[in-house]
């Protein structure tokens, strides 16, 4: 099992900057996956970035150049440090970690931290 706290959101006005972070605990396997996905009002669940545990990431066309996501592997933090807020990014921000053992995925969730993009 793993559990998710996330932390940081809030209102911004348009322009401005926020730092997300998330703290996992529990049980970690060597491969896995942390991310960021996004939910807004009445919109699915979508892609904002992940992080493999050596680095590699990806990101959403619509954060490109704006949104950095990073990880602490010893504290395992993920963090998503997202610039130049627009009001389109208002969503509810929900950290995930994906993991595999023995050919089999286990996907976790945080419960969620709501950014406000106004002025």
């Known amino acids: 099992q793993v559990q998710l706290v996330e932390s940081g959101g809030g209102l911004v006005q348009p322009g401005g900057s926020l730092r997300l972070s998330c703290a996992a605990s529990?049980?970690?396997?060597?491969?896995?996956?942390m991310g960021w996905y996004r939910q807004a009002p009445g919109k699915e669940r979508e892609l904002v970035a992940t992080?493999?545990?050596?680095?590699?990431?990806t990101y959403a066309d619509s954060v490109k150049g704006r949104c950095t996501i990073s990880r602490d592997n010893a504290k395992n933090t993920v963090f998503l440090q997202m610039n130049r807020l627009k009001p389109e990014d208002t969503a509810v921000y929900y950290c995930?970690?994906?993991?595999?053992?023995?050919?089999?995925?286990?996907?976790?969730w945080g419960q969620g931290t709501q950014v406000t993009v106004s002025s």
């Open positions: 995930n970690v994906k993991q595999w053992y023995l050919g089999t995925a286990y996907d976790y």
């Open positions: 529990g049980t970690f396997f060597r491969r896995n996956v």
């Open positions: 992080i493999t545990t050596d680095g590699s990431t």
